[in-house]
């Protein structure tokens, strides 16, 4: 089988005329803030001068204070967590949480399979926190700790 091509040195065949795309345009009238925040880029905030290096680690201090005071009342200790995590500065204290929710899984039936604990806040925030850092707690454990009115 043999194919044969011809080319042609005319002009090309004339293709169907386009119709010309009419776009909306806006008159949008110019930022009042003109384009400062685009380019924003300051080195000087890029290292904190030494002042600020002492505040952040006694403010790391006290929280990491809080965390240990904490560990005698469990529901001031989750709730402590669950903001530090919302804050996302959970990075900075992860041997602390994850001490005081190991000792909360190990006291997990205690806590939450008590018939005095009737406190669904408590109970759901210690079962969030302890399935996010990676526990086996049981599901069933807060429908048998809840009493229903």
Same mark, same amino acid.
């Given at each position: 089988?043999? +194919?044969?091509?011809?080319?042609?040195?005319?002009?090309?065949? !004339?293709?169907? #005329?386009? =119709? $010309?795309?009419?776009?909306?345009?806006?008159?949008?009238?110019?930022? +009042?803030?003109?384009?400062?925040?685009?380019?924003?880029?300051? !080195?000087?905030? #890029?290292? =904190? $001068?030494?002042?600020?290096?002492?505040?952040?680690?006694?403010?790391?201090?006290?929280?990491k204070?809080?965390?240990?005071e904490?560990?005698?009342?469990?529901?001031?200790?989750?709730?402590?967590?669950?903001?530090?995590q919302?804050?996302?500065?959970?990075?900075?204290?992860?041997?602390?949480?994850?001490?005081?929710?190991?000792?909360?899984?190990?006291?997990?039936?205690?806590?939450?399979?008590?018939?005095?604990?009737?406190?669904?806040?408590?109970?759901?925030?210690c079962?969030?926190?302890?399935?996010?850092?990676?526990?086996?707690?049981?599901?069933?454990?807060?429908?048998?700790?809840i009493?229903y009115?």
């Amino acid at each position: 089988m043999s +194919v044969f091509v011809q080319a042609s040195a005319g002009p090309p065949p !004339p293709k169907a #005329a386009e =119709p $010309d795309i009419v776009r909306r345009s806006s008159n949008y009238h110019p930022c +009042v803030w003109g384009d400062h925040f685009l380019a924003y880029n300051t !080195p000087d905030h #890029a290292t =904190p $001068d030494e002042d600020t290096v002492q505040k952040i680690e006694v403010l790391k201090a006290e929280v990491k204070k809080m965390l240990l005071e904490a560990a005698s009342q469990a529901q001031q200790q989750l709730k402590l967590i669950d903001d530090i995590q919302r804050l996302g500065l959970a990075y900075h204290f992860e041997a602390e949480i994850e001490a005081a929710l190991k000792c909360m899984n190990d006291m997990y039936h205690e806590l939450c399979g008590g018939t005095n604990m009737n406190d669904l806040h408590f109970v759901a925030l210690c079962f969030r926190l302890l399935r996010q850092q990676g526990y086996n707690v049981s599901s069933d454990e807060k429908n048998s700790s809840i009493s229903y009115i």
